[in-house]
């Protein structure tokens, strides 16, 4: 199982971006997948997900109206578009997917089994 996180960059704030985590190896439509993020010296931190069954979305109160998380399943993709962005969005942003993680954990990323390598957004002020 692979996840291939991309999109990530330096922008300015108020600026979009959108990042992509493609996943291979997997029947990925029975995966949920999840965003997080972690920067030096930071604790990880839930971002958004995305549930296979019915699509269900959750995100961390710091990126609600801000950020959408989708999912293409053709593509095996799933896609966190961030606008808006602010200089306290700079960090590493890392994809995870895990086909059997229940309602409670799905914010909890030590309960997800696979992780993508992080892709770095820089927000500058």
């Known amino acids: 199982v692979q996840l291939q996180a991309s999109g990530g960059g330096l922008v300015q704030a108020g600026d979009y971006l959108r990042l992509s985590c493609v996943a291979s190896?997997?029947?990925?439509?029975?995966?949920?997948v999840g965003w997080f993020r972690q920067g030096p010296g930071k604790e990880r931190e839930f971002v958004a997900v995305?549930?296979?069954?019915?699509?269900?979305?959750y995100y961390a109160d710091s990126v609600k109206g801000r950020f959408t998380i989708s999912r293409d399943n053709a593509k095996s993709t799933v896609y966190l578009q961030m606008n808006s962005l602010k200089p306290e969005d700079t960090d590493v942003y890392y994809c995870?997917?895990?086909?059997?993680?229940?309602?409670?954990?799905?914010?909890?990323?030590?309960?997800?089994?696979?992780w993508g390598q992080g892709t770095l957004v820089t927000v500058s002020s």
């Open positions: 995870a997917a895990d086909s059997r993680i229940i309602l409670s954990a799905l914010t909890m990323g030590s309960q997800y089994d696979y």
């Open positions: 995305i549930r296979s069954s019915g699509g269900a979305r």
């Open positions: 190896g997997l029947t990925f439509r029975s995966y949920t």
